[in-house]
């Protein structure tokens, strides 16, 4: 089992990204990762036990999880949030200790940092200066779903798609990243559509020049396009 200072040589910058952990000093990582274990998960592994996160919470060191949850008679799937490096799991376990009835899926092949639940909270009693920065990820996540359900609501499938594209352009190169190679099902999955429409309003996007689509791929070619095209989105609502 690889140790804790092993940890720490190998995954710091990624651990120092991660948010929920925002400020943490070396040594406290270093304190910290002591419980910590290394798993890796193959692309397509879905995971539907949800005891397994019940006692074990997750920072992604690489690789995309979907969380999401299925309508048991119709099977529609929606994504609930779209995992990615320095983002943790699960949350709400942690917090309440109480079973998260959600399903996830490897989207690429995953690294994952472990720890049990009971040596993060005995950890986080110990250490109760950081419980500030839990309490914010938490919100954040809760005023992401709130986002999330009042998109689906209030908005039509083509402002859902224009805002998951600009979320996830990069600031400073301007390209799509983390759903750029995403199958249209998975997207339709992220905006509470369907394979069929998603692929039709992406059709619309290529036509009038602000995106690219080659070989599963989605690139921006010009998101000048695509604010305008928000702009007018939210002037009908």
Known sequence: MTSGNNLFD???STLRSCELFSGMTDDHWRELLVNFHEERWPKETCILNHQKFLFHFYIVISGRIKMYNVDEFSEKEH???????ADVFDLFCLMDGTKHH???ECLDNIKVLAIPMDKLRLWLNKNPVHYQNFLSYAAKMMRMLESNVSQLIFTD?????????L??????SKQLEHINDLPNKELANLIGSTRAVVNRHLQ????N????????????????????ELEKQNKKL
């Not at 020049?209 to 305008?228: F, H, M, P, T, W």
């Open 102 to 104: 959600v399903y996830y």
């Open 167 to 172: 979320n996830n352009v990069n600031n400073n």
């Open 79 to 85: 994504t609930l949030f779209l995992l990615k490096k």
């Open 204 to 207: 619309i996007l290529k036509k």
């Open 209 to 228: 020049g602000s995106i690219k689509i080659a070989r599963n791929q989605v690139e921006i070619k010009d998101i000048s396009i695509l604010l305008r």
């Open 10 to 12: 190998k995954y710091i």
């Open 157 to 165: 499938i083509s402002t859902r798609l224009l805002r998951l594209l």
